[in-house]
């Protein structure tokens, strides 16, 4: 037993001086840096991150000129098939045999959290673009996790305070039957009545539902001004498109979607999709900055970005800057700089990433436009009004993170 | 009173694809003993078909093609129907002289793997149909509701072919045909009638009653992979309730619990997905061949 001890001690010390004088060389603990994008490649949110996250970290890394001080910068993707154990053990397999430096995308709230559970004992940053669970930054925040894009307080806050202030005091719920429905059909309701506005009604629908028209016409029949739509994915369109067979928004009543991608938009077409209002981080034709990139990668991607793939983007870029600007891949030394610095891209104007790791940007509400007014093919949505960071957010006073209070 | 008037159109509505897939079903099991599981397979199926022939042919195949939603009415049926021809034919007729399961479970996996073909090609969200013809896009005013004139042609529609379905099998003499190679295929074959000819051609007319009901479908809800599996489990409840191999049981209950889900939706919403599974229960406790079966 003790000889084992021996020469794994001897072992250990070889090892530790053959390293040594390699990470001297090249400052960074690899001579690279080496980012993995952990998202579905083939699920349910293939089409708003997968594949066309790895493209905007590629573009990132090109824009940065392919190299951090004359270390070179590598990509390694995965599809976590939206499972968390599959999710972690991968993001494992990185960290400790592919030596990755920063994890971004991880879209799915379930798989992000395992990996950011994981990176927080690995001391691996995370930068997770695509889930959407206040949970990261609240009851389970990590010192090196950082959520980019949106959350579950962002969107339906975002779409609530807006849309009861344009005049839209009474709403019905229409709500997926489980958690995630409860949580943002009660954060919701919970604004509008913080606001004035009033919930006349709610109906939960059970998850995967086929027909909706029957809760429409109960929605339409309660004279409210907004149904609000506390669903996701096939549900949300099954709805829109079915709101739309009964004209209800024609009649009058606005739809407001709690979690909308313009790749959605984009599939139900705008004869369906018109007048849906909803949150978002990202609008690709919102100026020229963003018309620029996003066309670049609508060449290699053959779709327009969501929010997401501009947020991997932006993500990626500010995590190099702060390796360029520390000169080190050390993590509690980059996340310190990435608190410190103020992020200005195409996708963020003013960002501030605050210390329980939310990234305080503001939010615009859309509206998806008439077919008339569209002028092209992905000229979808237009801009309403801006959400201030700090409305959108849960402030430092408010929040549960331990790590702040 | 509006209403449940309104509600119960609604509930009519979902019951005719009820009744069409769980005819398919019947007819599939009271001729030829299969469960067949890949129902929900092949409306799925039916409506993808009618989309990518009006919206992909083109692009895929670089020719101006469009086959629009009257032509599918006709044609995919076909074409799943001949895909229910090849199922039954390379597969299927090897497991007759085994197990009922084995065929469920065959059956079972092509499910998973035309649901897994079209997961990895299109938006699991669902993807519109956008074919549905102008002189149907309007809406009707019934004077209690404005109701989409779509949905009424499905539901006439629908209706037409349930019934249609009925008389052949049950009133004319080549259904009558089939019911005696069904009752006694050795004896049918005696009197010199085809009978394996006779089995596949009712699981390929079984598997286009799908199919067609996919095209119906396609635009109400949205094209999606997933479609056919949120289905097939309610629609084995209908047939259940209506008894297994029952035609009319089949298309009855198909309506009735339409309707009923329909009103539940209104009366106790979260209730609406198992109310048909709380039926079925009942009446497997009182009429366990179910409510128009015949006990064995």
């Given amino acids: 037993m003790f000889k084992h001890w021996k020469q794994g001690l001897v072992g250990a010390v070889t090892a530790a001086t053959l390293t040594l004088p390699l990470t001297a060389a090249g400052a960074l603990s690899d001579d690279k840096i080496k980012i993995g994008v952990l998202s579905d490649m083939s699920g349910v949110y293939k089409s708003l991150e997968g594949p066309g996250a790895v493209i905007a970290a590629q573009m990132a890394i090109d824009d940065f000129g392919g190299s951090v001080m004359g270390n070179p910068i590598e990509i390694i993707s995965a599809d976590h098939q939206n499972k968390p154990d599959i999710g972690a053990s991968t993001a494992r397999?990185?960290?400790?045999?592919?030596?990755?430096?920063?994890i971004t995308a991880l879209d799915n709230s379930s798989v992000a959290l395992s990996v950011q559970g994981l990176a927080k004992d690995k001391k691996i940053i995370t930068m997770n673009t695509g889930a959407g669970s206040t949970a990261l930054t609240e009851e389970q925040c990590s010192p090196y996790g950082i959520h980019y894009v949106y959350d579950t307080h962002a969107l339906p806050v975002g779409?609530?305070?807006a849309m009861v202030k344009n005049g839209g005091k009474k709403w019905f719920f229409i709500t997926a039957d489980y958690a995630f429905g409860h949580s943002l059909r009660d954060n919701t309701g919970a604004v509008v009545e913080s606001l004035?506005?009033?919930?006349?009604?709610?109906?939960?629908?059970?998850?995967?539902?086929?027909?909706?028209?029957?809760?429409l016409l109960q929605a339409q029949s309660s004279g409210a001004d907004v149904i609000g739509l506390a669903n996701a994915g096939q549900d949300t369109v099954n709805a829109i498109k079915q709101a739309n067979q009964f004209r209800i928004v024609q009649s009058g009543q606005k739809l407001a979607g709690m979690l909308v991608f313009i790749t959605d938009v984009h599939s139900m077409g705008l004869d369906i999709a018109q007048g849906l209002q909803f949150t978002t981080a990202f609008v690709w034709n919102?100026?020229?900055?963003?018309?620029?990139?996003?066309?670049?990668?609508?060449?290699?991607?053959?779709?327009m970005p969501t929010m997401v793939h501009a947020g991997v983007y932006s993500a990626v870029t500010n995590y190099l800057n702060a390796v360029k600007e520390t000169g080190t891949d050390d993590t509690e030394t980059v996340r310190a700089k990435l608190g410190e610095m103020t992020l200005n891209d195409m996708f963020v104007k003013g960002g501030k990433i605050a210390p329980n790791g939310s990234m305080l940007h503001d939010m615009y509400l859309v509206e998806v436009k008439k077919p008339s007014e569209s002028k092209s093919e992905w000229d979808l949505l237009r801009v309403v009004s801006k959400i201030p960071a700090d409305q959108a957010y849960i402030s430092m006073a408010d929040t549960k993170c331990s790590l702040v209070n | 009173?509006?209403?449940?008037?309104?509600?119960?159109?609604?509930?009519?509505?979902?019951?005719?694809?009820?009744?069409?897939?769980?005819?398919?079903?019947?007819?599939?099991?009271?001729l030829l003993n299969i469960i067949n599981f890949a129902h929900g397979a092949m409306y799925m199926l039916g409506a993808f078909i009618a989309l990518i022939g009006y919206s992909f042919l083109e692009q895929w195949l670089g020719i101006s093609l469009q086959i629009g939603f009257w032509a599918s009415l006709i044609l995919v049926p076909l074409l799943v129907g001949l895909l229910g021809v090849l199922i039954e034919r390379l597969l299927l007729r090897r497991l007759y002289d085994l197990d009922h399961i084995y065929g469920l479970l065959l059956t079972f996996g092509i499910t998973l793997i035309l649901q897994g073909l079209f997961?990895?090609?299109?938006?699991?969200?669902?993807?519109?149909?956008?074919?549905?013809?102008?002189?149907?896009?309007?809406?009707?005013?019934?004077g209690f509701m404005y109701f989409p004139t779509y949905r009424l042609f499905a539901i006439v529609f629908s209706l037409v072919v349930c019934f249609a379905t009925w008389f052949f099998i049950e009133h004319t003499?080549?259904?009558?045909?089939?019911?005696?190679?069904?009752?006694?295929?050795?004896?049918?074959?005696?009197?010199?009638l085809n009978v394996p000819l006779m089995i596949t051609l009712t699981f390929a007319f079984g598997a286009g009653l799908a199919g067609l009901a996919g095209v119906l479908a396609a635009?109400?809800?949205?094209?999606?992979?997933l479609m056919g599996a949120d289905l097939i489990i309610v629609v084995f409840a209908v047939v259940v309730i209506g008894g297994m191999g029952s035609i009319m049981g089949a298309i009855l209950s198909g309506l009735a619990l339409g309707l009923i889900e329909g009103l539940t939706k209104v009366i106790y919403p979260p209730a609406a997905s198992t109310v048909i599974f709380f039926l079925m229960v009942l009446v497997l406790l009182f009429r366990p061949a179910g409510l128009f079966g015949k006990e064995k």
């Fill in chain 1, 93 to 102: 397999e990185w960290i400790d045999a592919k030596e990755v430096d920063m």
């Fill in chain 1, 159 to 161: 779409t609530a305070t």
């Fill in chain 1, 196 to 215: 004035g506005g009033e919930v006349v009604g709610n109906v939960n629908a059970p998850l995967s539902t086929n027909d909706f028209s029957s809760y």
């Fill in chain 1, 286 to 303: 919102q100026n020229e900055e963003t018309k620029a990139w996003s066309e670049r990668f609508h060449e290699l991607h053959g779709a």
């Fill in chain 2, 1 to 30: 009173m509006q209403v449940i008037l309104a509600q119960a159109l609604l509930g009519l509505n979902v019951g005719v694809f009820y009744a069409m897939l769980s005819l398919g079903l019947a007819v599939i099991f009271g």
């Fill in chain 2, 119 to 142: 997961s990895n090609y299109f938006n699991v969200s669902g993807t519109p149909y956008p074919g549905q013809p102008e002189s149907l896009s309007g809406v009707v005013n019934l």
């Fill in chain 2, 173 to 192: 003499k080549l259904g009558s045909r089939l019911r005696a190679g069904v009752e006694n295929p050795d004896l049918t074959q005696a009197f010199g």
């Fill in chain 2, 219 to 225: 635009p109400i809800y949205s094209v999606s992979p």
